[in-house]
C-alpha cells in the first residue's frame, strides 16, 4: 500500500492566516519535520521586499491568502563541489495579524535549503527589512519564560554557538570566532557560562524536558530565527509572540529618525542605556572607539574623544549617517543625521550589543 | 639661514594645531549655545515664551559718527551670540576661548571688537528692529578667564577705552561629574539674569546632555571652521547622501568611484538649514548671513580639488564640483586632516623666490 504524502497534500491545500500555524502543527504530528522560522519587520510587502535581483536564487510567488503568501526559491550554488548545486524550496510568508509591519518567514524544508538558500536570500534584502535582536537578557526572559508557561520542567541545552566580546585578554581576533560546544548544561550554567565569556549565544539549542522526556528541540537564534520540531502552537505562543513583538517595537522606534523625515530638521536621538556605569573611564571609552571602528562598511571619525565622545558615522551600505555621543556613563546617544534609516539604526545597535555590552534601546530624553 | 623643519615633524605640528583649531571651533559652538540657553529655557528646561536667541546677527549703529569706521554704509557688528528679553532688553556677546596671555595688542584687539558693541545698535530680532537697552558680555574659557580680568581692570584704562554699556566677563568650562557640565560663572560684572537671580556669580551647571540635540545640528557659526572639518561635512552629509542615490553605492568596491556633481550655493543653502544656528532665527532671518559663506566652502572644495577628491566642473567657473565619491577611507576627518596638512607641510618646505611666498594658512 502506498505511503500518503502529508507534506504534499500539505502544500497541495490552501492556508489563510487563520489556520497556517495550526496546520503547520497538525502536519508536524504526523510527519517528523522541523519547523524555521524568521520573525521580520518592514513597511514594504513581502514581494517588494524580496524581488531584488540575485544572480543566484529565483524567487516566485506560487500561492496567496489573505496575510499568506506561499513562494518558491531556487538556488544555483556557483560553486562547485560536495554540495549539490541546485537547491530549491518552499516558504510561507505570514503577516502578524496584530502587529504593523510585522512578518515571519516559515518553511519546513531542510536545513540545507533554509541555511545555502533561504537565509542568505533574506539576508540580501537588507536595508529593506529590519530582522530583530534577540540580546542575551532577551533571550534569556524569553527562555524562561517559555519553560514555565509551558510547563516544562526544564530546558537542557544541547548545542551553544557562543561569541564572546573582546578584553584585554582577549585580543579581538580571538573574540570574533564564534565557539560551539555541546554542554549538556540547564539553562542558568549557560547563562551563567555566556556570561563569565562576556559573551552572547548567537544560538542556542535546547531539548525541552517533561519528567525527563523530552518534547521537542527548538533553536533560537539572536537573529531572532526558532527551530522546532515539536510543540508548535507552545513555540508559537511564548517564543515568536515575543520575538515578533521585539522585532515590531525596534521597528517603531527606529523608523522615522532622519532630519529629513521632519520639515524643521531637527534630531531624534535614541539611546543604548546600559544600565549601569559601562562608560565610567576612559579606558571603557576608548573600548568603545576602537569596537565601533570595527564596524564593517563604514567611516567613523572621531570628533572628540575625551572626556566626552563625539563619533560620525557613515554607513556605506545605504548612506546613512550618524552621530555618537558618550555624555555619561551609562549610555551611548545615537543621533541619525539628515539621513539615518531603519536598517542602518539597527546595524549600528547589533554591533554595540554583538561587539562591546547590551542595553536597552530607548528614544532619547532630554532630562536623562 | 634658517633652519628647516623636516617635512613629517612639520606635518605633524599641522596636524595636532588644526585638530585644536577643531575643539576650539567646537568648543565655541557648545559655549554659544549653552550661554544663550541660560536665558532661552528655564530651570526645568522648558522654552521661556519672551526670550530670543541669536548668532552672527549684523547690527548696525543707529547715528554714525562721521569720519569714522561706522560712517561707511556697509558696516555692521555680527556678534558671536545675541539674546532679547521681552523685546525691551538686549544682551550681545563675543566667544573667546583662548583670551591672550601677556600679549596687548591681542588682548586690545579682542576689547575693540566688543567695542563696537558698546553703542545704540538696530537690527534686533524683533519689530521695531530696536531694543530700549543692551549689555555685552565677554565669554572666555576657564583656563584664561584671569587674564581677560586683569586685562579689563589693569591693561584697559591705559588705552583709554572705556565701556558705556553694561559690560561683564563670563567664564566657561566642561567638567565630569557623574556626567558631563557646561559651567558658567561671572569673574566681572554682573550680567542680567532672567528672574533678576544672580546665580551666574556662583556658578550655573548644565548637564551637556540637555542640549546634545542642539549640539548635534549645529556644526557652523559666523566664523570660518578649519578646512578639513568643514570638507568633512560636506563629504558626510552631502556627497554621501548624493551618492547613496547610485544603485552601485551599496556594492561600491574599495577601487570604484562615483561621480556626484554639487553645485556651491546648494552646498551652501544645505550646511545653512542643516548644520548652523538657522533654527533659532525662524521668525526674523532679514540680517542673518548664510552661514557658512560661500567663500569657506569653495575653500574646502578647493582643497578637495588639491588631494584630487573632486575637480571643478568645466565651465562652471568654481561654482560647480565634481566629487569622485569613494568608500576607502575608515576615518574621513582624520584622513583629510593629514591630507590638509600634508600640502600645506609641503607649501612650507618648498623654497619660494622673493615675493612668490606661500600665503601660509
Given at each position: 500500500?502506498?505511503?500518503?504524502?502529508?507534506?504534499?497534500?500539505f502544500?497541495?491545500?490552501?492556508?489563510?492566516?487563520?489556520?497556517?500555524?495550526?496546520?503547520?502543527?497538525?502536519?508536524?504530528?504526523?510527519?517528523?519535520?522541523?519547523?524555521?522560522?524568521?520573525?521580520?519587520?518592514?513597511?514594504?510587502?513581502?514581494?517588494?521586499?524580496?524581488?531584488?535581483?540575485?544572480?543566484?536564487?529565483?524567487?516566485?510567488c506560487?500561492?496567496?491568502?489573505?496575510?499568506v503568501?506561499l513562494?518558491?526559491?531556487?538556488?544555483?550554488?556557483?560553486?562547485?563541489?560536495?554540495?549539490?548545486?541546485?537547491?530549491?524550496?518552499?516558504?510561507?510568508?505570514?503577516?502578524?495579524?496584530?502587529?504593523?509591519n510585522?512578518?515571519?518567514v516559515?518553511?519546513i524544508?531542510s536545513?540545507?535549503?533554509?541555511?545555502?538558500?533561504?537565509?542568505?536570500?533574506?539576508?540580501?534584502?537588507?536595508?529593506?527589512?529590519?530582522?530583530?535582536?534577540?540580546?542575551?537578557?532577551?533571550?534569556?526572559?524569553?527562555?524562561?519564560?517559555?519553560?514555565?508557561?509551558?510547563g516544562?520542567t526544564?530546558l537542557?541545552?544541547?548545542?551553544?554557538?557562543?561569541?564572546?566580546?573582546?578584553?584585554?585578554?582577549?585580543?579581538r581576533?580571538?573574540?570574533?570566532?564564534?565557539?560551539v560546544?555541546?554542554?549538556?548544561?540547564?539553562?542558568?550554567?549557560?547563562f551563567?557560562?555566556?556570561?563569565?565569556?562576556?559573551?552572547?549565544?548567537?544560538?542556542?539549542t535546547f531539548?525541552a524536558?517533561?519528567?525527563?522526556t523530552?518534547?521537542?528541540?527548538?533553536?533560537?537564534?539572536?537573529?531572532?530565527?526558532?527551530?522546532?520540531d515539536?510543540?508548535?502552537?507552545?513555540?508559537?505562543?511564548?517564543?515568536?509572540?515575543?520575538?515578533?513583538?521585539?522585532?515590531?517595537?525596534?521597528?517603531?522606534?527606529?523608523?522615522?529618525?532622519?532630519?529629513?523625515d521632519?520639515?524643521?530638521?531637527?534630531v531624534?536621538?535614541?539611546t543604548?542605556?546600559?544600565?549601569?556605569?559601562?562608560?565610567?573611564?576612559?579606558?571603557?571609552?576608548d573600548?568603545?572607539?576602537?569596537?565601533m571602528r570595527?564596524?564593517?562598511?563604514?567611516?567613523l571619525?572621531?570628533?572628540?574623544?575625551?572626556?566626552?565622545?563625539q563619533?560620525?558615522?557613515?554607513?556605506?551600505?545605504d548612506?546613512?549617517?550618524?552621530?555618537?555621543?558618550?555624555?555619561?556613563?551609562?549610555?551611548?546617544?545615537?543621533?541619525p543625521?539628515l539621513?539615518?534609516?531603519?536598517?542602518?539604526?539597527?546595524?549600528?545597535?547589533?554591533?554595540?550589543?554583538?561587539?562591546?555590552a547590551?542595553?536597552?534601546?530607548?528614544?532619547?530624553?532630554?532630562?536623562? | 639661514?634658517?633652519?628647516?623643519?623636516?617635512?613629517?615633524?612639520?606635518?605633524?605640528?599641522?596636524?595636532?594645531e588644526?585638530?585644536?583649531?577643531?575643539?576650539d571651533?567646537?568648543?565655541?559652538?557648545?559655549a554659544?549655545?549653552?550661554f544663550?540657553?541660560?536665558?532661552?529655557?528655564?530651570?526645568?528646561?522648558?522654552?521661556?515664551?519672551?526670550?530670543k536667541?541669536?548668532?552672527?546677527r549684523?547690527?548696525?549703529p543707529?547715528?554714525?559718527?562721521?569720519?569714522?569706521?561706522?560712517?561707511k554704509?556697509?558696516?555692521?557688528?555680527s556678534?558671536?551670540?545675541?539674546?532679547?528679553?521681552?523685546?525691551e532688553?538686549?544682551?550681545?556677546g563675543?566667544?573667546?576661548?583662548?583670551?591672550?596671555k601677556?600679549?596687548?595688542?591681542?588682548?586690545?584687539?579682542v576689547?575693540?571688537?566688543?567695542k563696537?558693541?558698546?553703542?545704540?545698535?538696530?537690527?534686533?530680532?524683533v519689530?521695531?528692529?530696536?531694543?530700549?537697552?543692551?549689555?555685552?558680555?565677554?565669554?572666555?574659557?576657564?583656563?584664561?578667564?584671569?587674564?581677560?580680568?586683569?586685562?579689563?581692570?589693569?591693561?584697559?584704562?591705559?588705552?583709554?577705552?572705556?565701556?558705556?554699556?553694561?559690560?561683564?566677563?563670563?567664564?566657561?568650562?566642561?567638567?565630569?561629574?557623574?556626567?558631563?557640565?557646561?559651567?558658567f560663572?561671572?569673574?566681572?560684572g554682573?550680567?542680567?539674569?532672567?528672574?533678576?537671580?544672580?546665580?551666574?556669580?556662583?556658578?550655573?551647571?548644565?548637564?551637556?546632555?540637555?542640549?546634545?540635540?542642539?549640539?548635534?545640528?549645529?556644526?557652523?557659526?559666523?566664523?570660518?571652521?578649519?578646512?578639513?572639518?568643514?570638507?568633512?561635512?560636506?563629504?558626510?552629509?552631502?556627497?554621501?547622501?548624493?551618492a547613496?542615490?547610485?544603485?552601485?553605492?551599496?556594492?561600491?568596491?574599495?577601487?570604484?568611484?562615483?561621480?556626484?556633481t554639487?553645485?556651491?550655493?546648494?552646498?551652501?543653502?544645505?550646511?545653512?538649514?542643516?548644520f548652523?544656528?538657522?533654527?533659532?532665527?525662524?521668525?526674523?532671518?532679514?540680517?542673518?548671513?548664510?552661514?557658512p559663506?560661500?567663500?569657506?566652502?569653495r575653500e574646502?572644495?578647493?582643497?578637495?580639488?588639491?588631494?584630487?577628491?573632486?575637480?571643478?566642473?568645466e565651465?562652471?567657473?568654481d561654482?560647480?564640483?565634481?566629487?569622485?565619491y569613494?568608500?576607502?577611507y575608515?576615518?574621513?576627518?582624520?584622513?583629510?586632516?593629514?591630507?590638509?596638512?600634508?600640502?600645506?607641510?609641503?607649501?612650507?618646505?618648498t623654497?619660494?623666490?622673493?615675493?612668490?611666498?606661500?600665503?601660509?594658512?
Open positions: 500500500m502506498a505511503r500518503m504524502d502529508f507534506t504534499a497534500l502544500f497541495g491545500a490552501s492556508h489563510d492566516r487563520e489556520h497556517l500555524v495550526k496546520d503547520l502543527d497538525s502536519l508536524m504530528r504526523t510527519e517528523p519535520h522541523t519547523l524555521s522560522i524568521l520573525p521580520y519587520a518592514s513597511e514594504k510587502s513581502p514581494i517588494e521586499c524580496f524581488e531584488a535581483y540575485d544572480r543566484n536564487r529565483k524567487f516566485s506560487i500561492g496567496r491568502e489573505d496575510g503568501g513562494f518558491k526559491l531556487i538556488f544555483e550554488s556557483p560553486r562547485i563541489g560536495s554540495e549539490p548545486p541546485v537547491i530549491e524550496g518552499k516558504f510561507f510568508v505570514y503577516e502578524h495579524p496584530e502587529l504593523v510585522t512578518y515571519l516559515m518553511t524544508e536545513q540545507d535549503f533554509v541555511r545555502r538558500a533561504l537565509l542568505p536570500f533574506i539576508e540580501r534584502s537588507y536595508p529593506r527589512i529590519l530582522l530583530p535582536i534577540v540580546n542575551h537578557q532577551h533571550m534569556k526572559l524569553l527562555l524562561y519564560g517559555f519553560r514555565d508557561n509551558c516544562f526544564d537542557r541545552v544541547v548545542r551553544a554557538v557562543l561569541r564572546s566580546r573582546f578584553t584585554e585578554q582577549k585580543p581576533t580571538e573574540a570574533v570566532i564564534p565557539s560546544s555541546w554542554p549538556n548544561l540547564g539553562l542558568a550554567g549557560a551563567d557560562f555566556a556570561q563569565e565569556q562576556n559573551g552572547w549565544f548567537q544560538s542556542l531539548e524536558l517533561r519528567d525527563s523530552e518534547h521537542a528541540e527548538i533553536t533560537v537564534a539572536r537573529n531572532g530565527m526558532v527551530k522546532a515539536g510543540e508548535l502552537l507552545k513555540v508559537f505562543d511564548n517564543l515568536v509572540s515575543g520575538i515578533c513583538k521585539r522585532a515590531h517595537d525596534n521597528h517603531k522606534l527606529f523608523r522615522m529618525r532622519s532630519r529629513r521632519n520639515p524643521s530638521l531637527d531624534k536621538p535614541l543604548v542605556n546600559f544600565g549601569r556605569e559601562q562608560l565610567a573611564d576612559e579606558g571603557e571609552r573600548k568603545l572607539i576602537e569596537v570595527l564596524l564593517d562598511k563604514t567611516s571619525s572621531v570628533v572628540h574623544s575625551n572626556p566626552y565622545v563619533l560620525s558615522v557613515i554607513d556605506y551600505i548612506g546613512s549617517t550618524f552621530e555618537l555621543w558618550v555624555l555619561n556613563p551609562r549610555e551611548l546617544i545615537i543621533v543625521q539621513k539615518g534609516t531603519v536598517a542602518g539604526i539597527r546595524r549600528l545597535v547589533s554591533h554595540v550589543f554583538d561587539n562591546y547590551e542595553g536597552s534601546i530607548e528614544d532619547f530624553q532630554m532630562v536623562g | 639661514m634658517t633652519m628647516v623643519q623636516p617635512v613629517d615633524e612639520t606635518i605633524e605640528k599641522l596636524v595636532k588644526i585638530r585644536v583649531a577643531i575643539d571651533y567646537n568648543d565655541t559652538i557648545h554659544i549655545i549653552g544663550v540657553n541660560l536665558y532661552l529655557i528655564d530651570d526645568t528646561y522648558r522654552q521661556r515664551p519672551g526670550v536667541g541669536f548668532q552672527g549684523h547690527l548696525t543707529l547715528s554714525r559718527g562721521q569720519g569714522s569706521i561706522e560712517s554704509a556697509d558696516y555692521y557688528v556678534p558671536d551670540l545675541g539674546v532679547v528679553i521681552e523685546d532688553k538686549g544682551i550681545l563675543e566667544v573667546k576661548k583662548n583670551f591672550p601677556d600679549d596687548i595688542d591681542r588682548g586690545t584687539k576689547f575693540a571688537q566688543l563696537g558693541y558698546d553703542q545704540a545698535l538696530t537690527g534686533w530680532p519689530e521695531s528692529k530696536n531694543v530700549e537697552s543692551h549689555e555685552i558680555v565677554l565669554l572666555v574659557h576657564l583656563a584664561t578667564s584671569a587674564y581677560a580680568k586683569d586685562f579689563y581692570q589693569d591693561k584697559l584704562p591705559t588705552t583709554g577705552m572705556v565701556f558705556e554699556h553694561p559690560f561683564s566677563i563670563v567664564e566657561f568650562g566642561r567638567f565630569e561629574q557623574t556626567q558631563e557640565f557646561f559651567l560663572r561671572t569673574v566681572l554682573e550680567p542680567t539674569e532672567v528672574g533678576g537671580e544672580k546665580k551666574l556669580r556662583f556658578g550655573v551647571s548644565v548637564p551637556m546632555r540637555v542640549f546634545l540635540r542642539e549640539y548635534a545640528k549645529t556644526k557652523l557659526y559666523d566664523a570660518q571652521p578649519a578646512v578639513p572639518y568643514l570638507a568633512e561635512l560636506i563629504w558626510t552629509h552631502i556627497v554621501t547622501s548624493i547613496s542615490e547610485n544603485p552601485n553605492f551599496e556594492h561600491l568596491r574599495k577601487n570604484q568611484k562615483i561621480e556626484v554639487l553645485a556651491i550655493d546648494d552646498v551652501v543653502d544645505e550646511l545653512n538649514e542643516g548652523s544656528f538657522h533654527f533659532w532665527h525662524g521668525r526674523y532671518p532679514e540680517l542673518q548671513p548664510r552661514i559663506h560661500k567663500e569657506w566652502v574646502a572644495c578647493q582643497f578637495l580639488v588639491d588631494c584630487a577628491e573632486a575637480k571643478w566642473a565651465g562652471s567657473q561654482t560647480k564640483l565634481v566629487v569622485f569613494h568608500q576607502r575608515k576615518d574621513i576627518l582624520n584622513q583629510f586632516v593629514l591630507s590638509y596638512a600634508t600640502l600645506e607641510g609641503r607649501k612650507l618646505e623654497p619660494m623666490l622673493p615675493g612668490f611666498e606661500s600665503k601660509g594658512r
